[in-house]
């Protein structure tokens, strides 16, 4: 679930003129070398594993076995773990004594804590992720070409690869714009944007606004992570 609901944050940020939400898998892969930034607020869980039972000394849910066990399933650095029995019920809500349960380790229940009956519940953990390992996007560095003089705001795509070669992707599928001075997102400005895609990039024309000038804006690209 919240990999889904990180995926919609970055989605959201991204509409067409008619405000369709672009899909991501008409991409093609990026070179590896272009400059990237992944953005850390995203993450995602990974999947439940659940490796032992408490029937030998414990349920040993341990990253290290997890991650023999399960070769690329996992992120190197891990940030949250969640553990909860096999029917969901959480740590807290299930009350036994457990030896371990961290991001870093992983989760140890030992049957030898348990003071009012002799085996540990059988615990599932999973454990959350920043990209890349959660897909989503890699961002370039922030562009602001133009300033709103002459007609308006232009922060084409076409302009910004020629301006600064091998710095953005063949076809990004994202695109954040946001005002240069407030860094307030371009669709909480009010204004009329003539276009706002990945495809095209971004134009704020002086003559669509009612009040006849535009915000100076910048803005960047999501490509897909390499
Ligand atoms: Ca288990
Ligand atoms: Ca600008």
């Known amino acids: 679930?919240?990999?889904l609901l990180s995926?919609?944050?970055?989605?959201?940020?991204?509409?067409?003129?008619?405000?369709?939400?672009?899909?991501?898998?008409?991409?093609?892969?990026l070179p590896t070398k272009l400059p990237c930034v992944y953005l850390t607020h995203?993450?995602?869980w990974t999947n439940w594993f659940d490796r032992d039972d408490p029937s030998g000394t414990g349920d040993w849910?341990?990253?290290y076995n997890l991650r023999i066990e399960n070769p690329g399933k996992i992120c190197p650095e891990p940030i949250q773990i969640e553990a909860t029995t096999?029917?969901?019920v959480s740590v807290a809500a299930a009350g036994d004594v457990i030896f371990q349960n961290d991001a870093s380790s992983g989760f140890i229940c030992r049957n030898q804590d348990q003071t009012l009956k002799k085996q540990c519940n059988d615990y599932r953990v999973?454990?959350?992720c920043h990209p890349p390992f959660c897909g989503g996007a890699c961002w370039t560095k922030w562009y602001d070409r133009d300033s709103?003089?002459?007609t308006g705001d232009w922060e084409l795509l076409s302009n910004l690869k020629a301006e600064n070669p091998g710095q953005i992707c063949d076809n990004p599928i994202y695109i954040e714009a946001?005002?240069?001075d407030t860094m307030t997102p371009a669709i909480s400005t009010g204004e009329n944007f003539y276009a706002y895609n990945p495809t095209v990039g971004f134009v704020c024309r002086m003559e669509d606004q009612i009040s006849g000038q535009c915000l100076n804006y910048k803005v960047r690209f999501g490509c897909q992570c390499p």
């Open 1 to 3: 679930m919240i990999k």
């Open 86 to 88: 096999l029917s969901g």
């Open 178 to 180: 946001v005002t240069t």
């Open 61 to 63: 849910e341990t990253l």
């Open 7 to 29: 995926v919609a944050l970055v989605a959201g940020l991204v509409f067409e003129s008619n405000q369709q939400i672009l899909k991501p898998n008409l991409v093609k892969p």
């Open 126 to 128: 999973r454990f959350s």
């Open 42 to 44: 995203i993450q995602c």
């Open 148 to 150: 709103p003089t002459g």
